[in-house]
């Protein structure tokens, strides 16, 4: 099985424009969560989609949005981007949720963006 | 707030010798914690997890000790290789969602 990809690898941006992450899951995987990623505060959830419905939220801000197609894949959207924004987006599929969503969940390489 | 707190960023071991990964947490409901292992470039990648019900899980030269009175676990690496040498992540799952803590690098030297 190919492993969860997310488009593209690298990105800069500068304050106040807004940008789109995609990820695309494990084929048959219905769960997509994102995570930021940053030096100072880990990994801190974003959100998670679950066939095509936002099932639970993390503590961002609303400039902080996603949704999910029917194929699964899962697209992330940032807008009025901030110098704080600059971070690793994380994506991660699995089969289940709970416990056994956690303990099959993948994660993609991430997306790299900087925002200048 | 952060919950699940990973208090020494970086950690360097030789070869061979015991790496001991610390990880505190605030919320007594966690019922579930895992680590993970990240290498650059690439995702984090599951390690090993333990359940709040058992204080110990063994799997190969990992083990992970769970205190749930001091809402601490630890991951110990025996005995560890260069190939060790990443960031390590401990989690808890709360209600469907994973909180990471901040991340531990480790480096293993010769």
């Known amino acids: 099985k190919a492993g969860v990809t997310q488009t593209p690898r690298y990105l800069i941006k500068t304050r106040g424009q807004q940008v789109t992450l995609s990820c695309s899951p494990i084929?048959?995987?219905?769960?997509v969560s994102w995570y930021q990623q940053t030096p100072g505060q880990g990994l801190q959830f974003l959100f998670e989609?679950?066939?095509?419905?936002?099932?639970n939220k993390g503590n961002f801000p609303g400039r902080f949005s996603g949704r999910q197609f029917s194929n699964s894949r899962s697209e992330m959207n940032v807008s009025t981007l901030e110098l704080g924004d600059s971070a690793l987006y994380l994506c991660?599929?699995?089969?289940?949720?709970?416990?056994?969503?956690?303990?099959?969940?993948?994660f993609g390489p991430g997306t790299r963006l900087t925002v200048l | 707030d952060q919950q699940v707190k990973q208090n020494s960023p970086s950690l360097s071991v030789q070869e061979g010798r015991i790496s001991i990964l610390n990880c505190d947490y605030t919320?007594?409901?966690?019922?579930?914690f895992l680590w993970y292992k990240k290498y650059p470039a690439e995702g984090p990648t599951f390690l090993i997890s333990?359940?709040?019900?058992?204080d110990k899980n063994e799997d190969g030269r990992f083990t992970v000790f769970l205190n749930k009175s001091a809402k601490h676990l630890s991951l110990h690496i025996v005995p560890s290789q260069p190939g060790d040498s990443a960031v390590y992540f401990c989690?808890?799952?709360?209600?469907?969602?994973?909180?990471f803590g901040t991340g531990t690098r480790l480096q293993v030297f010769p």
């Open positions: 333990i359940s709040s019900i058992k």
């Open positions: 084929s048959g995987h219905r769960s």
């Open positions: 991660a599929s699995s089969g289940g949720s709970g416990l056994a969503g956690v303990n099959e969940q993948f």
């Open positions: 989609y679950f066939s095509e419905t936002q099932r």
């Open positions: 989690a808890a799952l709360n209600t469907d969602k994973l909180i």
């Open positions: 919320n007594s409901m966690f019922d579930y």
